[in-house]
């Protein structure tokens, strides 16, 4: 193929997106909006009672430590601040010990950082292993069907979402968006896994099904 | 990535946190600003009016539902533009028009005045309507979303040639249309009509 001479290739684009942007002739939005206002309410129907029941617990969890903890009378109180002032004093006397156990700690996080990018490594090229192979087999196997069709399409939107997470920029500790987008690829793996058998007569390709 | 897609909109994060709240006008603000780009992608690409309202009605439900899933540390409308084509790539996997012929154009002749700067837009909007889908899909996502081939080839599931021949192979397509007299190219001949 011939390098495209560039100027063309942008006159290209520029009338590409010079053509007028197209709308619907008939306006989604009140199907939209009805099915929305149906999403809200069924949503509050399932979150209202859990909601309702976790806050009632918390609310228990509370008074029965604001009792258990409450003075029994000034006497007490003021006795008890004395022992917490005492206790501060005496733990200046351990500085030399919290001294050296922070440099323990920061060689530990050393070791956590190394480890971490061990991980990461690691979900990386799992992921593509994953990819790849999802991409090999894509081809035989038959279309998704119903429930799985939905469920393929929720993944991958998904994965699409982890994505452009990780593309934005400044993530300090992108290794949990990693775990989730090998956790997606591997449910979707599953799920394409056993279409990819029965399109293949239920003969295992060995080949073809290795994940490496 | 080009700049120049209609999908870059900044939103306010008023509006989103609004959206988040379940605001059902905060979410008729942001379906009413970017209709227009979700249904024209879908629309480019699978060339059905009847599935790129669906596309629409289907992306901006899940947008609406998933929209807790948004971290603001990303441009909100990639987040959209990405469920909105996920949404189109599904539809064009399901009418299996991802099994178009992969073969390149050997040779372009690019040296002639391109026919699109002379095409109204009526003209070029019909010619791109006579481009396989996936052709059509390939040629929009680089020139006008401006993703590059090895992002359409992760998008598609295909190789990054693969990607570049469909460019190549619908540039010319559309001179062809546009300008049928550039048919004496032998390589056009040869170009198969598939999707």
Not at chain 1, 1 to 27: E, G, I, K, Y
Not at chain 1, 97 to 107: C, D, F, Q, R, Y
Not at chain 2, 63 to 80: H, M
Request: aromatic letters at 6%; hydrophobic letters at 45%; a neutral charge.
């Amino acid at each position: 193929m011939s390098a495209a001479n560039p100027t063309n290739r942008m006159t290209l684009a520029d009338a590409l997106r010079a053509l007028p942007a197209a709308a619907p002739t008939r306006d989604v939005w009140p199907k939209l909006a009805a099915q929305l206002a149906a999403h809200a309410r069924t949503s509050r129907r399932r979150y209202f009672l859990p909601a309702a029941l976790a806050a009632s617990i918390a609310l228990a969890v509370i008074a029965m430590q604001f009792v258990r903890h409450a003075p029994k009378d000034p006497v007490a109180a003021i006795s008890a601040s004395a022992t917490v002032a005492d206790s501060r004093a005496s733990s200046k006397a351990n500085d030399t010990t919290v001294i050296a156990a922070m440099n323990a700690a920061n060689s530990t996080n050393a070791n956590a950082t190394a480890n971490r990018d061990a991980q990461l490594a690691v979900l990386q090229s799992r992921s593509r292993a994953l990819e790849g192979w999802l991409r090999r087999t894509g081809k035989a196997g038959s279309p998704l069907q119903g429930q799985d069709l939905a469920a393929a399409i929720e993944i991958e939107n998904l994965i699409g979402l982890v994505d452009v997470e990780l593309a934005a920029p400044g993530h300090a500790n992108p290794l949990p968006l990693w775990q989730r987008r090998v956790a997606l690829l591997d449910d979707l793996t599953t799920l394409r896994y056993s279409n990819y058998q029965l399109a293949a007569g239920g003969t295992a390709i060995a080949a073809a099904n290795r994940i490496d | 990535m080009m700049s120049g897609s209609s999908f870059q909109i900044e939103l306010s994060l008023t509006l989103l946190v609004r959206a988040r709240g379940g605001d059902v006008a905060a979410f008729e603000e942001i379906y009413r600003h970017f209709e227009r780009p979700v249904y024209t992608l879908a629309l480019r690409m699978l060339g059905d009016a009847e599935a790129a309202r669906d596309v629409l009605h289907d992306a901006m439900l899940k947008v609406f539902v998933c929209i807790g899933q948004y971290r603001s540390d990303a441009p909100f409308w990639a987040w959209l533009r990405k469920i909105a084509l996920n949404e189109a790539l599904m539809r064009l996997r399901g009418a299996r028009h991802f099994d178009a012929d992969v073969d390149a154009v050997d040779t372009i002749i690019d040296e002639v005045a391109p026919p699109w700067v002379r095409a109204d837009s009526l003209a070029l909007e019909r010619a791109l309507g006579e481009l396989p889908a996936l052709t059509r899909s390939v040629l929009w996502l680089y020139h006008v979303e401006g993703y590059s081939h090895p992002e359409i080839a992760e998008l598609v599931g295909k190789t990054t040639s693969f990607s570049k021949s469909q460019v190549a192979r619908g540039t010319a397509r559309l001179r062809t249309l546009l300008d049928p007299q550039s048919e004496s190219s032998p390589c056009l001949l040869q170009t198969p009509q598939i999707g």
